[in-house]
């Protein structure tokens, strides 16, 4: 016969116990293993609480309730449910096996608990040791490819059958630590692996399958970076993201360079945009000369599309030039004929309207030119409008000239000697012009002008947004850098810049020409 225990609770649970338990109705203890209590003085009572005499009826008092007393559970209905084993899942003992502490044997559902008490070591001295629970079965491996983490094995989840061993030793079945015939031994490498890759017995990941670039959007294409704050990318429109200020056309500043040529524009610091326009080239002459040209045009801020017109009458005359010069046509007539064909280019604009009809304020586009032919013996100039042409020395203690005359109200009167130099160009209607390119011009009357330099020097075509800062030859050449005849571009970029130190009140385009042109043709250069 089982002795009892004598304890009133659990010694691993601490669930409240009866003198008649055998088990522990909480974690399934056996309480026949607890030793008897040692010898010595029986430990105090627990301070129960008194029963009322009466409850004010004049009846005598009920007996105390279990649920009077803290931490007591008398009631098994009053225990958390249980959960059942899917069917078909028995437990160990249902199979044969003999139960495991912690796997309760008694009635009602069978689960197993991880409530137990942390482990205690056994005091110095004492005459009995407490039963040290066994250690918690190993968790399961997560299996690969599962997603969700599987937590520990909890108070509520059923205990799985234990496969019956089969006996060591016994044909066809290894013993222990035997691995099976044909099977990796665990920690060495699987044959034919790439460095890095897992050994045998290795938990093997579930390899990740790489995204189809077919299906994942494009990456967004870098846009202009902002000239101004550096950080910020351009919008469609041409503004900042960042700092909202509007980005430079290419328009805005340009610049071209043959090895003995170069031009530059700005659009100055008062425009929003650079309404002048340039071309430069060179071609080879029938007698195997060389001949360099140089075109400026600046639109007319009053006209409709003046930039359209610059940049069309630049470009028809630079190619008009280069198909006649090369047949032999005399510099001059060819400079008349390409001055024609500009204007005509110009005129076409007229024909493309850009605003409704209805709408005020459209008229023909228009603009100036100024152009030079320099070969090696010669240097032919021609003109429409109040663009100009420069002739500076090599040496400079020599003269220089203005090699053109303005289309301009100043200029009228200088010439009918209403009014002197000084007083024509302080008035408010001294750039007025008389003469351009377009279709409501009155009448196209181009100049052209021959001159034989004797010594060598350069060749200044400008507009006005440079001349107006230095008007006369004498102060033109005193700006020329004295090394333009080699470094035209520098020299070009000198006159553009003191233009805007000066203000910049309008576009300002320079070409520097040196004289005589050289013997070879060059290419264009692209800055």
Request: glycine residues 8%; contains cysteine.
């Amino acid at each position: 016969m089982a002795r009892t225990h004598q304890l009133a609770a659990c010694p691993r649970c601490a669930e409240p116990l009866d003198a008649s338990d055998l088990y522990c109705g909480g974690c399934g203890y056996d309480l026949s293993a607890v030793p008897g209590p040692p010898a010595g003085p029986p430990p105090p009572a627990p301070d129960w609480p008194q029963a009322r005499e009466t409850d004010g009826t004049g009846r005598p008092a009920p007996v105390l309730r279990a649920a009077d007393l803290p931490a007591t559970v008398s009631d098994t209905s009053a225990r958390p449910e249980q959960p059942t084993l899917p069917e078909g899942v028995r437990l160990p003992e249902e199979a044969g096996v003999p139960a495991e502490p912690g796997v309760r044997a008694g009635g009602g559902p069978r689960y197993v608990t991880d409530d137990r008490p942390a482990e205690h070591p056994e005091p110095p001295d004492s005459d009995y040791a407490l039963a040290a629970p066994p250690p918690a079965p190993p968790t399961p491996p997560t299996p690969p490819g599962a997603g969700a983490h599987v937590p520990a094995q909890s108070a509520a989840a059923p205990v799985p059958p234990r496969p019956e061993a089969a006996p060591e030793g016994a044909q066809g079945v290894p013993g222990p630590g035997t691995p099976a015939p044909g099977a990796p031994v665990p920690g060495t490498p699987l044959p034919n692996a790439s460095p890095g890759s897992p050994a045998a017995g290795a938990p093997a990941s579930a390899p990740e399958a790489a995204p189809d670039p077919r299906l994942s959007p494009p990456p967004p294409e870098p846009g202009p970076v902002c000239a101004r704050c550096g950080a910020g990318r351009v919008d469609a429109d041409g503004y900042c993201e960042r700092c909202g200020h509007a980005q430079p056309r290419p328009r805005d500043h340009m610049e071209r360079e043959l090895s003995t040529l170069a031009a530059v524009s700005d659009r100055g610091l008062r425009h929003h945009r650079n309404e002048d326009s340039f071309a430069v080239a060179a071609t080879a002459l029938p007698d195997g000369a060389t001949a360099a040209v140089a075109v400026v045009c600046d639109g007319v801020s009053s006209a409709t599309r003046p930039d359209a017109a610059s940049l069309a009458a630049a470009q028809t005359a630079e190619a008009a030039l280069m198909a006649s010069l090369p047949r032999g046509t005399r510099p001059e007539q060819a400079m008349r004929e390409a001055i024609e064909q500009a204007a005509e280019a110009v005129n076409a604009l007229a024909d493309e309207p850009v605003l409704p009809p209805e709408e005020p304020g459209q008229n023909a586009p228009a603009c100036t030119l100024v152009a030079a032919i320099v070969t090696e013996e010669l240097l032919v100039v021609g003109w429409v409008g109040d663009s100009r042409v420069y002739w500076v020395p090599a040496d400079r203690s020599a003269t220089p000239y203005r090699l053109t005359e303005d289309d301009s109200w100043a200029a009228q009167m200088v010439a009918a000697r209403l009014l002197s130099e000084e007083e024509a160009y302080a008035d408010e209607r001294a750039h007025a012009i008389t003469g351009w390119l377009g279709a409501d011009a009155y009448e196209l009357e181009p100049h052209t002008a021959a001159f034989r330099p004797e010594a060598p020097g350069s060749v200044v075509v400008c507009t006005d947004g440079l001349w107006n800062y230095a008007e006369s030859a004498e102060a033109m050449a005193a700006l020329l850098p004295a090394d333009s005849g080699s470094r035209p571009l520098d020299a070009a970029r000198t006159l553009v810049r003191y233009a805007l130190d000066s203000g910049g009140h309008d576009n300002i385009t320079v070409a520097v020409v040196p004289y005589p042109a050289p013997g070879e043709p060059v290419r264009l250069e692209a800055r």
